[in-house]
């Protein structure tokens, strides 16, 4: 961004690489300086006017008032605030803002101050305080058809909602508000009321009124909202009341009706209930154990042990001396086995006999078993008419709840009516005591004085701001200015090489009259040889020579753009100084449609180019001799038929090779490329072409259309000449040859 303004401040194009990347005071500050003219004018204007705005505008006294907002307070006693309590935030103070800056607000201090009929508000009363444009009625000017489709009426009044008195009291109301301002003073509980008069009384009388109106208001909130609310409680009170007494009437009711008895007497029913609970406990316990050792026997007989395993676990006296003979004969089998074979006698009988023992023992076991079984059925049925007997009771206790069900359904009803109507009589015990204690939630702390001195206008301030704005306005101005002329015309050679690409030879100085003394400019290089015009016309003739070493040019020639750009100067101009150069010189005019060069020779415009080029004359005759230079001249002459039809036959070729073998140097004055295409017919057949650009003037997209031009016609282009150039406003910009002509190098020349 610093580079693109230190670019538009020097006047450089985007094209041209800036010698340092960076930003460049010395070119912002040429830039202000050249157009300082318009700082000046910018600054002095927006100065003056707030000269005459802070002598002619009506003072203003502004008068503050400070209210501070209760972020707490003590009671005498503790109760409930009605809506909430007040808490002094943000939002709040953000909030009673607004309620102050409000229209409804405005309306109501409107009315309370009776400011509609004050002028300074309404001024619809008092014409002179109108703006200038709705003092009069410039609609009546119109014609009927204008004032139907602009108004809606022919007769210029605007048609509206609103009357006369409405619009009146409309526009007070927001005069009054455009006066008030209302802000929080830092992050404190304080409110800053200021309201601005044209009489300082009135401000403070105002500021004051507001203030108070803000705290009564807040009072006669609350009393509104605590009457409002101790109707409403009173109310529901009693409708509570009513609903208590019917629900309780209902129980009584429902009571005397079903024969329950009262709370406290104990039911036989649920007596017998819990006793035979615990008999069915009793008789699930002793079914489970009996449960318990059936299986325990029926699985071990199916266990590999069988009778044995089930026979050491039951408990039979029987089994038990079963057992014990088992036992007896087992040893006597053993004893014997080693004196007896096993088909002794007595062998034999040892083993019928535990046998029979254990038959018996089978027989023991599966009565025992048998026995078991049954003592598990009867521990059943025991169980199962328990079961009946406290179903049968239960039967009768459910019977009694269903109408208990309905009796505690109606407790509760009465339950909560009753809390409900407890809940609003405190309530509004509470309400009607606060009443008589309701406070604001504000406090002025500090009234409105009234002003001594006016705080609006501020003249030293205005003035001020006034001269800083018009300074920085005139500084934006110049800039916009700077980079609309960049834009437009050629400024240097810089400028000329990055758009079209093509060199600039020299810059040719604008001669004014004081430097001309009523001589010529084309006189003035004969009579100044060694001024910086000369010098610039020495440049061009050396670069020309210069442009192609591998051949002398001798035929140039030069156009422009549009007419008056300074070809035909420079061309009369570098004929003459080649001429006192010593060099054979010729200049032809070759604008045959509006010729010049006859008057700066001083010939008559006849028997020339064209009677050439028709082959009326030979060069010889045509030729004529500047007296003051010594240069041949040929004129323009008068040409009856189209002039691209004579520089496009052979004769025109002929002649340029005659006066190329003949003269040093021919310099040929053509017509602007803009106007005509002479010079694109001409431009193949020279050396080459001068182009001629004037100096901040020629459009650059005009001379680059030109130069494409010739260029496409076959014209090789020697370079680029920028005339008539202001040197001193030149300078100003800084450019690397913005000094040729000027300060330190103007010493080398006698202008």
């Excluded at 109760?79 to 109501?108: H, K, W």
Aim: aromatic residues 6%; charged residues 25%; contains cysteine.
């Amino acid at each position: 961004m610093a580079r693109q303004i230190t670019r538009i401040a020097a006047g450089v194009d985007e094209g041209i690489p800036m010698v340092e990347d960076q930003l460049n005071p010395r070119a912002l500050l040429r830039a202000l300086w050249r157009r300082k003219a318009v700082i000046i004018a910018t600054t002095g204007l927006l100065t003056s006017l707030a000269l005459i705005y802070s002598f002619t505008a009506t003072p203003l006294y502004q008068a503050e008032t400070l209210v501070r907002i209760q972020s707490g307070k003590s009671t005498v006693i503790e109760l409930p605030e009605i809506g909430g309590t007040f808490e002094a935030d943000a939002s709040t103070i953000e909030s009673e803002i607004e309620l102050l800056e409000s229209a409804a607000f405005a309306s109501r201090m409107v009315d309370e101050l009776g400011l509609v009929k004050d002028p300074e508000f309404n001024t619809s009363l008092d014409p002179e305080r109108l703006p200038f444009w709705k003092r009069y009625d410039w609609k009546a000017y119109l014609p009927s058809r204008a004032q139907q489709f602009l108004f809606g009426s022919a007769d210029g009044a605007v048609t509206g909602p609103l009357e006369d008195g409405a619009s009146a009291r409309l526009r007070t109301i927001q005069n009054f508000s455009a006066k008030l301002n209302v802000a929080q003073v830092s992050r404190s509980y304080v409110l800053q009321i200021r309201f601005s008069s044209e009489e300082s009384e009135k401000s403070a009388r105002i500021a004051n009124t507001v203030a108070n109106a803000y705290i009564v208001g807040q009072l006669q909130t609350k009393y509104a909202a605590g009457n409002e609310a101790t109707d409403w409680l009173r109310d529901r009170v009693e409708e509570m009341r009513q609903k208590l007494v019917a629900a309780e009437q209902r129980i009584v009711d429902l009571k005397n009706a079903k024969g329950i008895a009262s709370e406290g007497r104990i039911d036989p029913i649920q007596q017998q209930i819990g006793q035979i609970n615990g008999q069915l406990a009793q008789a699930q316990a002793s079914r489970a154990e009996a449960e318990a050792r059936f299986n325990q026997v029926q699985n071990l007989l199916r266990s590999s042990g069988g009778i044995n395993a089930a026979s050491n676990v039951l408990t039979s006296p029987l089994l038990a001396d079963l057992r014990r003979q088992e036992t007896e004969l087992s040893r006597e089998a053993s004893e014997l086995s080693g004196i007896y074979g096993p088909r002794h006698p007595q062998m034999v009988n040892i083993k019928n006999e535990a046998r029979s023992v254990r038959a018996k023992m089978v027989e023991e076991v599966e009565r025992i078993v048998q026995d078991l079984s049954n003592e598990v059925e009867i521990a059943r049925a025991r169980e199962r008419e328990i079961r009946a007997n406290l179903a049968s009771l239960e039967s009768q206790v459910r019977g009694q709840e269903v109408s208990s069900v309905e009796l505690r359904d109606l407790e509760r009803e009465a339950a909560s009516a009753r809390q409900i109507y407890e809940s609003f009589l405190q309530r509004l015990s509470e309400v009607s005591e606060t009443q008589g204690l309701q406070q604001a939630d504000a406090s002025i702390l500090s009234p409105a004085d009234v002003p001594v001195d006016p705080a609006w206008p501020n003249k030293k301030l205005i003035v001020l701001l006034a001269f800083a704005g018009g300074l920085v306005i005139g500084c934006v101005l110049a800039f916009v200015v700077e980079r609309w002329d960049s834009d437009f015309g050629f400024r240097s050679a810089e400028e000329v090489q990055s758009a079209l690409g093509i060199r600039a030879l020299a810059l040719v100085p604008d001669l004014t009259r004081r430097e001309t003394k009523d001589m010529s400019a084309e006189e003035y290089i004969l009579k100044k040889p060694q001024s910086a015009f000369a010098e610039s016309l020495q440049r061009i003739r050396t670069s020309i020579f210069l442009s192609d070493r591998s051949r002398t040019t001798r035929t140039v020639l030069v156009t422009s753009s549009v007419p008056v750009e300074g070809k035909s100067l420079v061309s009369a101009s570098l004929a003459r100084q080649s001429a006192r150069s010593g060099l054979n010189t010729l200049l032809i005019d070759a604008d045959l449609r509006r010729p010049r060069l006859h008057e700066v020779v001083r010939v008559s415009n006849t028997n020339g180019l064209a009677d050439i080029l028709y082959g009326d004359l030979s060069l010889a005759e045509a030729m004529r001799t500047d007296e003051k230079s010594g240069m041949k001249f040929v004129p323009a002459g008068m040409a009856p038929v189209s002039p691209p039809d004579l520089f496009r036959s052979d004769r025109m070729r002929m002649l340029l090779d005659q006066v190329s073998s003949r003269f040093d140097l021919v310099i040929i004055d053509s017509p602007p490329v803009g106007a005509v295409s002479d010079s694109l017919i001409l431009s193949p057949m020279v050396d080459r072409t001068l182009y001629v650009v004037r100096w901040q003037e020629t459009p650059r997209n005009v001379a680059q259309a030109g130069i494409q031009q010739v260029a496409d016609a076959g014209g090789e282009i020697a370079g680029v000449v920028l005339s008539r150039v202001n040197i001193r406003k030149h300078a100003q910009y800084g450019y690397a040859d913005s000094g040729s002509y000027s300060g330190y190098y103007g010493k080398y020349y006698q202008n």
